[in-house]
C-alpha cells in the first residue's frame, strides 16, 4: 500500500514539475525571458536531491511552482488612451516635467499649480499639447481641492481619473532639529502629508471608479533619518506609513498605491536664497540665549553653504524619475517602491542592514557638511 502511494506521489510531483516548464515553455515562445524556467529546474533538481519524503517533495513543487509562476507572471505596459492623470505641484521641478512627460506620452493630464498665472503654470499651458489642463490647486487649501475636483469629474465622467500623483512638496530649508522653527516644522506637515491626504480622500472617489493608480512621491529623508531633515523627513515617513496602509486597505477594490523616492534632483525645493536668508534671520533673532551660546551664530550661518552643496551636487537629469512615474503609472505590475536616481537604493540599504553607529558616521559625514561646527560640542 505504501509503495502504491508512494509511485503515486511521484506521478503527481513529475506531472506538477511538467506541466509547469511546459507552461513556461509556451511563455518562452510569446517572448517571456526564459530565466525563470531556469530558476524552475534548477531547484526541481535542488528539491529532488535534497527531500526523499514524495509528500512534502509534492507539496514543495506546488508551492515553488506556484511561486515562479506568480513572480515571473507576465508584464504590460497599459495603453495611454483615455487615461486621465492628475499631478499637484506642477509649477516647477519634477512636477513640472512629469505633466509635459505624460502630456507627451499620450495621457490627459490635470497640472495643479499654486499659482496658475506663476511662469511655470505660463510655460505648460503654452507648451504643452491641448490635452494638458492647469488648474489652481493649493494642496492646503480645501475650497480649491474640492473646485479641482469636481472640474475633473465633470471632464472625466464615467471613466473616472487613473493616476493621481501627490508631488506637492516643500523643504526650504535644512538645519538642526533643535533650531528650526515650530512654524516650519507645521508647514512642512502642512504641504508634504496633509495636504497629500487631503486630496486623496477627495479625489478616491474617481481613483476606486477606474480601478487607477495614487503614486506618493516621498523621499529618502522619510525612510532614514538624516540629519538636517528632522521636519522634513518627519513629514515624508507620515507620508510614506500612510501610503503603505492604504495600499493594503484600497487593493480590495483593485487600486494600485505606490510610493517613489527619489534621489537628489536638481529642483527648486530647496528654495531660493532670499528664501534662506529670511528664515536665517528668524532663527537667530528667536532662539533662546542658551541655545545660541551652545550653536553659534557662525554654525547657524553655515547653514546656506550646506544648502548650496546639496544643490550643486543633485543631479539636472530628471530622466529616471519620469521614467520611474511612467512605469508606475502604467505597467500592469507596478512595484510598491521605486528609487530613481543615482544611488537613490544605497542609503536605505545601509541604514536597514548596517549597524546603526556606522550608519549614523557616514550620514553625518556625507550631510553636516561645512567646517563650521557648533559653539560648544
Given at each position: 500500500?505504501?509503495?502504491?502511494?508512494?509511485?503515486?506521489?511521484?506521478?503527481?510531483?513529475?506531472?506538477?514539475?511538467?506541466?509547469?516548464?511546459?507552461?513556461?515553455?509556451v511563455?518562452?515562445?510569446?517572448?517571456?525571458?526564459?530565466?525563470?524556467?531556469?530558476?524552475?529546474?534548477?531547484?526541481?533538481?535542488?528539491?529532488?536531491c535534497?527531500?526523499?519524503?514524495?509528500f512534502?517533495?509534492v507539496a514543495?513543487?506546488?508551492?515553488?511552482?506556484?511561486?515562479?509562476?506568480?513572480?515571473?507572471?507576465?508584464?504590460?505596459?497599459?495603453?495611454?488612451?483615455?487615461?486621465?492623470?492628475?499631478?499637484?505641484g506642477c509649477?516647477?521641478?519634477?512636477?513640472?516635467?512629469l505633466?509635459k512627460?505624460?502630456?507627451?506620452?499620450?495621457?490627459?493630464?490635470?497640472?495643479?499649480?499654486?499659482?496658475?498665472?506663476?511662469?511655470?503654470?505660463?510655460?505648460?499651458?503654452?507648451?504643452?499639447?491641448?490635452?494638458?489642463?492647469?488648474l489652481?490647486?493649493?494642496?492646503?487649501?480645501?475650497?480649491?481641492?474640492?473646485q479641482?475636483?469636481?472640474?475633473?469629474?465633470?471632464?472625466?465622467?464615467?471613466?473616472?481619473l487613473?493616476?493621481?500623483?501627490?508631488?506637492?512638496?516643500?523643504?526650504?530649508?535644512?538645519c538642526?532639529?533643535?533650531?528650526l522653527?515650530?512654524?516650519?516644522y507645521?508647514?512642512?506637515f502642512?504641504?508634504?502629508?496633509?495636504?497629500?491626504?487631503?486630496?486623496?480622500q477627495v479625489?478616491?472617489?474617481?481613483?476606486?471608479?477606474?480601478?487607477?493608480?495614487?503614486?506618493?512621491?516621498?523621499s529618502?529623508a522619510?525612510e532614514?533619518?538624516?540629519?538636517?531633515?528632522?521636519?522634513?523627513g518627519?513629514?515624508?515617513?507620515?507620508?510614506?506609513?500612510?501610503?503603505?496602509?492604504?495600499?493594503?486597505?484600497?487593493?480590495?477594490?483593485?487600486?494600485?498605491?505606490?510610493v517613489?523616492?527619489?534621489?537628489?534632483?536638481?529642483?527648486?525645493?530647496?528654495?531660493r536664497?532670499?528664501?534662506?536668508?529670511?528664515?536665517?534671520?528668524?532663527?537667530?533673532?528667536?532662539?533662546?540665549?542658551?541655545?545660541m551660546e551652545?550653536?553659534?551664530?557662525?554654525?547657524?550661518?553655515?547653514?546656506?553653504?550646506?544648502?548650496?552643496?546639496m544643490?550643486?551636487?543633485?543631479?539636472?537629469n530628471?530622466?529616471?524619475?519620469?521614467?520611474?512615474?511612467?512605469?508606475?503609472?502604467l505597467?500592469s505590475?507596478?512595484?510598491?517602491?521605486?528609487?530613481?536616481?543615482?544611488?537613490?537604493?544605497?542609503?536605505?540599504?545601509l541604514?536597514?542592514?548596517?549597524?546603526?553607529s556606522?550608519s549614523?558616521?557616514?550620514?553625518?559625514?556625507i550631510f553636516?557638511?561645512?567646517?563650521?561646527?557648533?559653539?560648544?560640542?
Amino acid at each position: 500500500m505504501e509503495k502504491i502511494v508512494e509511485s503515486g506521489l511521484s506521478l503527481i510531483y513529475m506531472f506538477v514539475t511538467v506541466v509547469s516548464v511546459g507552461l513556461l515553455l509556451v511563455q518562452g515562445v510569446k517572448g517571456r525571458p526564459v530565466r525563470w524556467l531556469v530558476v524552475l529546474v534548477v531547484s526541481e533538481g535542488t528539491l529532488s536531491c535534497l527531500v526523499h519524503s514524495s509528500f512534502l517533495k509534492v507539496a514543495l513543487a506546488t508551492v515553488l511552482c506556484s511561486l515562479v509562476h506568480y513572480i515571473g507572471r507576465e508584464e504590460v505596459m497599459l495603453p495611454t488612451l483615455n487615461k486621465a492623470v492628475l499631478i499637484t505641484g506642477c509649477d516647477s521641478g519634477l512636477g513640472h516635467d512629469l505633466a509635459k512627460f505624460l502630456d507627451s506620452a499620450g495621457m490627459r493630464v490635470f497640472a495643479g499649480v499654486l499659482d496658475e498665472c506663476g511662469p511655470g503654470a505660463l510655460e505648460l499651458k503654452g507648451a504643452a499639447s491641448s490635452k494638458l489642463t492647469v488648474l489652481q490647486l493649493d494642496v492646503t487649501n480645501r475650497r480649491q481641492i474640492t473646485q479641482a475636483y469636481e472640474f475633473i469629474r465633470s471632464q472625466m465622467g464615467e471613466t473616472g481619473l487613473w493616476g493621481l500623483v501627490n508631488n506637492a512638496g516643500v523643504l526650504g530649508y535644512v538645519c538642526d532639529g533643535e533650531i528650526l522653527p515650530i512654524k516650519l516644522y507645521k508647514k512642512y506637515f502642512d504641504v508634504n502629508f496633509i495636504g497629500s491626504v487631503e486630496v486623496t480622500q477627495v479625489f478616491l472617489p474617481l481613483i476606486r471608479q477606474s480601478k487607477g493608480r495614487i503614486i506618493s512621491i516621498s523621499s529618502m529623508a522619510g525612510e532614514i533619518p538624516l540629519p538636517g531633515f528632522s521636519a522634513y523627513g518627519a513629514s515624508k515617513a507620515a507620508l510614506t506609513v500612510y501610503s503603505g496602509t492604504i495600499r493594503q486597505e484600497l487593493s480590495r477594490w483593485g487600486v494600485k498605491v505606490i510610493v517613489i523616492q527619489p534621489g537628489a534632483f536638481k529642483t527648486n525645493i530647496f528654495g531660493r536664497r532670499e528664501q534662506w536668508i529670511d528664515v536665517q534671520e528668524e532663527i537667530l533673532s528667536g532662539i533662546s540665549q542658551d541655545i545660541m551660546e551652545a550653536y553659534g551664530e557662525e554654525y547657524i550661518r553655515s547653514m546656506q553653504q550646506r544648502l548650496v552643496e546639496m544643490s550643486s551636487t543633485s543631479s539636472p537629469n530628471t530622466g529616471p524619475f519620469l521614467e520611474a512615474l511612467k512605469h508606475a503609472l502604467l505597467s500592469s505590475r507596478p512595484n510598491p517602491f521605486y528609487y530613481p536616481g543615482d544611488a537613490a537604493w544605497a542609503l536605505p540599504l545601509l541604514y536597514r542592514h548596517f549597524p546603526t553607529s556606522l550608519s549614523d558616521k557616514i550620514f553625518s559625514r556625507i550631510f553636516m557638511t561645512g567646517d563650521a561646527k557648533p559653539a560648544q560640542h
